[in-house]
């Protein structure tokens, strides 16, 4: 069973949202929480693997949240998914840069909410070649640093490797965009994560876009 935390201050939003992951075979709400100090104390406490994170709430807003879940040995297991209202959050590069592992407009459908915790409780990122990152490219618009550094240590197989990640493509894809295993294109990826030190492809995608590689 996939253990799901729910971080959402509106307490009718929160329901509904139980009500959904519960009613999936495989998933199972363990807590709520209506503000991000509880969500971060919860997370602690419970070790959920996911953690469904709203970006405004009272006291400790959820990118805060997600960036104390991530500094805790004890709670950064847990995976987080931002909830953002999308066409007008610009927190959601921040919410990223803390350490969640992706983000879904509010309106998403249910049938893809509960795909996207399924996504993410395995230890993927939610990446599409739209929105995602339609999100980040507006957001890295003004990049808090341009490092084109970061990428030195990659090899230039590697540099093709990340920038196929950065434009959304699963590792089959890029297996068959540069005609080799499936296989080696995972451990490609891995090392890219490797050697960048990040947390997952979203960050890689971040990277890429910093360094002005996509």
């Known amino acids: 069973m996939i253990r799901v935390l729910l971080a959402e201050d509106q307490t009718l ?17 363990v807590g709520e929480a209506g503000t991000g100090e509880e969500a971060v104390t919860l997370t602690v406490d ?3 693997d996911v953690v469904l994170m709203d ?20 709670s950064r297991g847990s995976k987080v998914l931002i909830l953002t209202t999308f ?4 927190n959601v590069l921040r ?9 879904l407009p509010k ?12 996504t993410v409780a395995v230890g993927e990122s939610l990446l599409s070649p739209g929105a995602t990152k339609a999100v980040i490219t507006r957001a890295l618009s003004r990049p808090e640093a341009p490092a084109p550094e970061r990428l030195a240590r990659l090899t230039a197989r590697e540099r093709e ?19 080799v295993s499936p296989l080696t294109a995972k451990t490609h990826v891995a090392r890219i994560l490797a050697k ?8 890689l995608v971040i990277a890429a876009y910093e360094a002005g590689l996509s």
């Open 196 to 203: 960048l030190g990040a947390r997952d492809r979203v960050h």
């Open 87 to 90: 066409e007008t959050d610009t």
């Open 13 to 29: 939003v929160r329901g509904a949202f139980a009500l959904l992951v519960n009613s999936a075979d495989d998933m199972e709400v």
């Open 95 to 103: 919410g990223l840069r803390a350490g969640a592992c992706g983000f």
């Open 161 to 179: 490797v990340l920038r196929l990640v950065a434009s959304g493509q699963s590792n089959k894809e890029i297996a068959d965009e540069l005609v």
């Open 55 to 74: 970006i405004r709430m009272p006291s400790t807003d959820g990118i805060e949240a997600t960036r104390q879940i991530f500094a805790d040995d004890a």
């Open 107 to 118: 309106d998403t459908r249910p049938d893809a909410l509960l795909n996207a915790i399924r």
């Open 46 to 48: 419970l070790r959920p």
